[in-house]
């Protein structure tokens, strides 16, 4: 099994910065990509960016020039820098890992965390 813990949630204002981690541990080589997930109330979950575990990254349009995924491979944790944070960014945001592709094609579990609140500040 893999258990994820993301951080680094909060309040901040339009135009405004945080970087989110998530801390993979348990079973990790069971996995080969990490994303990060996002679901604002009253809509879907839905994707912010994904990484796989040669660096390949992909990103959802709206996070597109705002957004960096990244991973430090010795801690275990994915990053998802945000920079000009906008109000319709706030929701809950979930760290994944599973072994497929980036696209999504899952081999097994799909492992989630317990999201960190992210709230954007007119």
């Known amino acids: 099994q893999v258990q994820l813990v993301e951080s680094g949630g909060g309040l901040v204002q339009a135009g405004g910065s945080l970087r989110l981690s998530c801390v993979a541990s348990?079973?990790?080589?069971?996995?080969?990509?990490m994303g990060w997930y996002r679901q604002a109330p009253g809509k879907q979950r839905e994707l912010v960016a994904v990484i796989n575990m040669g660096g390949s990254t992909r990103y959802a349009d709206s996070a597109k020039g705002r957004f960096a995924i990244s991973l430090n491979n010795a801690k275990n944790t994915v990053f998802l820098q945000m920079n000009s944070l906008k109000p319709e960014d706030t929701a809950v945001y979930y760290c994944?890992?599973?072994?497929?592709?980036?696209?999504?094609?899952?081999?097994?579990?799909?492992?989630w965390g317990q999201g960190t609140q992210v709230t954007v500040s007119s």
């Open positions: 994944k890992a599973w072994r497929g592709t980036s696209t999504g094609t899952s081999i097994g579990n799909d492992y």
């Open positions: 348990g079973s990790i080589f069971s996995i080969n990509n």
